[in-house]
């Protein structure tokens, strides 16, 4: 039995059932047609030649349909073989049915064109064939494959429109009094696009551009990073984009591989910013009172390059260099007569510093603290003062006021502190500062959490260089390639040498831990603290406030159980060893630093280091007056310990006379402990160093310590707050945190 196609006309299927040979009338042709459709293939018929059935092999369209696809680090291109037949795809060699539009043709697959097609394309040197019936492109030679294939009538496809290949046109770039006007266009076919176009359309298909007429153009992986950079650093003009001067390296980077036009003006701001690489060292300035090391000196040249290219500059020094020190001899050096007063905007801690270091090495300069509830008065007579000191939060407050004077200069002294770009202090830093002819920042940390830090510093130094997007999230994550293009466009207004580049005569520092051993008594209580939390954090989150507060709790503990619970009778065995090491210390005639965090623990050791006998200064952030507190420290023999809470000691002081460290209650941000650490560590120091860090055994403290040493970037972690150092944790090391 074979299937006829119904339904049949009446007579036929009446006569199909009843007689083995039918007589069909002339006009019964397409009925005929039908049923030898329908049998053909399944029996053995023959046809006389006049027959109206057609038998046709039909030819499909080859097409590959491409996409771009991320393989380890890069991206590339891969086509998928197919072939139409109507509108429809087929595998190549796929058994499948064809649409029969016409009743009186037959269509069936042409296997030896599809192939033919095939080894074409596995002999191609623009395609590299992979089975089964896929192509992977060589980016480079895409648009050659794309052309290639289109005089084979092989059809490029993505997301079911054609793809058009892209070809890059010559870049320009003139130069006009403070800015640069690229074009940089890119042909598709008969389409012109410039990068603002190109990013606008490709937001859909990230690697393709939409074009007129529902094509696809793709760009080349290497284009696309290129037009990126240029949307993140530039700002749309007409068919081009316009970039500040400053960002002249960056282009030159940029386009060092394509066919670009450039005029003078151009090649001659480069040739300038790429001077930074061979400054001459400048000599000491005449009224300068000390001398420069030759690091120092070339510190010199380089602010004194910033000058002249009438940008700003970041000296970002490891601390302990002399920043300070550079900056007065540069002013100095600058104020052979006078301009108008310098603003220098840096936190409370650190004016005292600068007064010193101004009387020590540059006394012909006239200082006044802008400052107090009358300080509008002091606005009358700043003209004639060449430094004027001025705290962050008094810039904020005053920032009207501070922005009609006429500074000749303004430095930012811990600029991290404008790290936020929308924050008011970067707000208030830029429009002070908008119209002063020396800009500087000055830090060791310009980069805290990410580089849109740095970006917000530049959005002072350069204004206009950085939109606030860059400056509030940095470059695009998966945009590496920009990343490293900004930043070394951004080289010459950057100076950063650390300690091991440049002092390498500095006293030896050597660091070791002081094991501290609960006794009987004391290891009971935290235990049972340990277990207590243990076991009411068990299933919560590790980002819960409950986490903090049992870290603190622990950490406190393993301080002094005093921090716990003050009217404890427990000892602590941290204050124990902190005193026999400081006994000693004062037996040899030296000095030490004593840092925690918590100033209630230094509150106890205040008390045991008068039973005793030792005397000391002391320093948090309740302290009235400092000066008072360091130079009692400095000068008076008999100080042999200065205790110090992190938070208000960490920076800004220069204390050499000690030649001893101690961190109390070290934690999991080694960045901070290094700057209290640099209060001795730097010039000026003439003995050994030796920090000591104070573990307490079998706690959270040393718990920490192991995670450090298994997990190199929680001991590079930066971020200041303790939410930050959960974020570094896995589950495993949440868990360890408390066993």
């Known amino acids: 039995l074979h299937p006829i196609e119904r339904p049949l006309p009446a007579y036929l299927a009446e006569t199909f059932r009843r007689r083995d040979r039918l007589e069909i009338p002339m006009n019964g042709e397409k009925d005929l047609v039908r049923i030898v459709r329908a049998f053909k293939g399944s029996v053995s018929m023959s046809l006389p030649e006049s027959f109206p059935l057609r038998e046709v092999a039909s030819e499909g369209r080859p097409v590959i349909e491409v996409d771009v696809v991320k393989q380890d680090d890069h991206f590339v291109i891969h086509g998928?073989?197919?072939?139409?037949?109507?509108?429809?795809?087929?595998?190549?060699?796929?058994?499948?049915?064809?649409?029969?539009?016409?009743?009186?043709?037959?269509?069936?697959?042409?296997?030896?064109?599809?192939?033919?097609?095939?080894?074409?394309?596995?002999?191609?040197?623009?395609?590299?064939?992979?089975?089964?019936?896929?192509?992977?492109?060589?980016?480079?030679?895409?648009?050659?494959?794309?052309h290639w294939l289109e005089s084979n009538n092989i059809m490029v496809r993505a997301f079911g429109k054609a793809v058009v290949a892209a070809t890059a046109m010559k870049a320009t770039i003139r130069t006009n009094r403070d800015w640069f006007d690229l074009d940089a266009p890119i042909k598709f076919g008969e389409e012109i696009l410039n990068p603002p176009d190109i990013l606008h359309r490709s937001d859909e298909h990230k690697h393709f551009v939409t074009l007129e007429g529902g094509k696809l153009g793709l760009m080349p992986e290497k284009w696309l990073k290129k037009a990126k950079v240029l949307a993140e650093l530039g700002h749309p003009k007409g068919p081009g984009m316009r970039f500040p001067t400053a960002q002249a390296l960056v282009l030159e980077n940029l386009f060092t591989d394509s066919d670009i036009e450039v005029d003078a003006a151009y090649k001659e701001v480069v040739h300038s910013f790429r001077a930074s690489g061979g400054l001459k060292l400048l000599v000491t300035p005449k009224k300068f009172s000390g001398e420069l090391r030759p690091y120092q000196r070339l510190g010199l040249s380089?602010?004194?390059?910033?000058?002249?290219?009438?940008?700003?500059?970041?000296?970002?020094?490891?601390?302990?260099?002399?920043?300070?020190?550079?900056?007065?001899?540069?002013?100095?050096?600058?104020?052979?007569?006078?301009?108008?007063?310098?603003?220098?905007?840096?936190?409370?801690?650190?004016?005292?510093?600068?007064?010193?270091?101004?009387?020590?090495?540059?006394?012909?300069l006239q200082t006044m603290r802008y400052e107090g509830a009358g300080r509008e008065k002091l606005l009358e007579k700043i003209d004639v003062m060449d430094l004027v000191f001025c705290t962050y939060g008094v810039l904020r407050r005053d920032v009207d006021k501070l922005k009609a004077v006429s500074w000749d200069g303004m430095i930012l002294d811990e600029a991290q502190a404008i790290k936020n770009v929308h924050g008011q202090t970067a707000k208030a830093a830029c429009v002070v500062g908008a119209n002063v002819k020396v800009r500087l920042a000055l830090t060791g940390t310009p980069i805290e959490n990410h580089l849109g830090e740095l970006f917000s510093i530049f959005r002072f130094l350069v204004p206009g260089m950085f939109k606030a997007k860059l400056a509030q999230f940095g470059p695009s994550q998966e945009n590496e390639d920009a990343r490293d293009l900004i930043l070394r466009g951004l080289r010459p207004f950057i100076l950063r040498r650390t300690k091991a580049q440049v002092l390498k005569d500095l006293p030896p520092k050597t660091e070791s831990l002081l094991w501290c051993d609960f006794g009987v008594e004391e290891k009971k209580e935290y235990e049972m603290l340990r277990r207590y939390y243990q076991k009411e954090l068990a299933g919560k989150k590790k980002t819960d406030f409950h986490v903090l507060e049992g870290l603190l709790r622990l950490r406190q503990f393993s301080c002094?159980?005093?921090?716990?619970?003050?009217?404890?009778?427990?000892?602590?065995?941290?204050?124990?060893?902190?005193?026999?090491?400081?006994?000693?210390?004062?037996?040899?005639?030296?000095?030490?630093?004593?840092?925690?965090?918590?100033?209630?623990?230094?509150?106890?050791?205040?008390?045991?280091?008068?039973?005793?006998?030792?005397?000391?200064?002391?320093?948090?952030?309740?302290?009235?007056?400092?000066?008072?507190?360091?130079?009692?420290?400095?000068?008076?023999?008999?100080?042999t310990a200065f205790l110090i809470s992190l938070k208000a000691g960490g920076t800004g002081l220069n204390l050499t006379e000690a030649s001893y460290c101690f961190i109390l209650d070290p934690w999991w941000n080694p960045a901070v402990e290094n700057q209290a650490i640099d209060r001795i560590h730097r010039i000026g120091q003439e003995d050994p160093v030796f920090v000591y860090r104070l573990v307490t055994r079998d706690t959270v403290e040393e718990r920490v310590l192991e995670l450090q040493k298994s997990k190199r970037e929680l001991a590079a972690l930066v971020e200041e707050s303790d939410k930050g150092f959960l974020k570094g944790l896995s589950s495993s090391d949440f868990l360890t945190l408390f066993s």
């Open 560 to 639: 002094h159980p005093k921090l716990i619970s003050p009217l404890t009778e427990l000892g602590s065995a941290k204050l124990d060893t902190l005193v026999e090491q400081l006994k000693g210390i004062q037996e040899a005639g030296k000095k030490a630093l004593v840092f925690s965090q918590f100033t209630q623990f230094l509150s106890l050791v205040k008390d045991r280091l008068m039973e005793a006998g030792i005397d000391y200064s002391y320093l948090d952030g309740k302290t009235r007056d400092r000066d008072s507190a360091i130079n009692g420290f400095k000068t008076n023999p008999t100080k």
């Open 302 to 364: 380089w602010m004194a390059f910033i000058e002249n290219l009438g940008t700003g500059g970041l000296l970002a020094d490891d601390m302990g260099l002399g920043k300070t020190v550079q900056v007065l001899a540069y002013l100095t050096r600058r104020k052979t007569k006078h301009l108008g007063p310098v603003l220098i905007v840096l936190p409370k801690t650190l004016v005292s510093n600068w007064e010193r270091e101004a009387t020590k090495f540059a006394p012909h």
């Open 80 to 146: 998928r073989l197919v072939f139409m037949y109507g509108d429809q795809p087929h595998t190549p060699f796929e058994d499948g049915p064809l649409a029969q539009p016409d009743p009186y043709e037959i269509r069936s697959k042409n296997f030896k064109h599809e192939e033919r097609i095939i080894d074409l394309l596995r002999d191609s040197e623009y395609t590299r064939f992979r089975e089964p019936y896929h192509v992977v492109f060589d980016e480079a030679l895409f648009n050659d494959s794309v």
